[in-house]
C-alpha cells in the first residue's frame, strides 16, 4: 500500500466526482473514462452520438475543481465512421 501525495489524492478524488457526474447524466454512455492530472480532466472512450460526446464533456467542465479538459474521445456516427479529437 502506497500513501497517495496530496496533488494525487486531489486528483483522485477530482477524478471520482468527474465519473460520479458522467454516470448520473442518463445520456452519456458507460464508454466514457475520465482521467485527471494537476486538476485537467482527459476524457477517453467512444459515444455513439456527437451530442453525446458534447454532453461529457459538459458534464466534466462543470465539476467543482477541474481547471481544464482534454477530450480525445471518438463519437460514431450512425455510419459508422469515427470523428475523432475533441476540441478541449
Request: charged letters at 25%; glycine letters at 10%.
Amino acid at each position: 500500500m502506497s500513501i497517495l501525495s496530496e496533488a494525487k489524492r486531489i486528483d483522485a478524488d477530482l477524478r471520482a466526482a468527474v465519473l460520479q457526474a458522467l454516470v448520473l447524466d442518463a445520456t452519456i454512455p458507460a464508454t466514457v473514462d475520465a482521467k485527471v492530472y494537476d486538476g485537467i480532466v482527459t476524457l477517453t472512450g467512444t459515444t455513439e452520438w456527437q451530442n453525446q460526446r458534447d454532453e461529457a464533456e459538459f458534464a466534466a467542465g462543470n465539476v467543482e475543481g477541474v481547471t481544464g479538459r482534454r477530450t480525445p474521445a471518438t463519437s460514431r456516427s450512425r455510419s459508422g465512421r469515427r470523428s475523432s479529437g475533441m476540441p478541449g
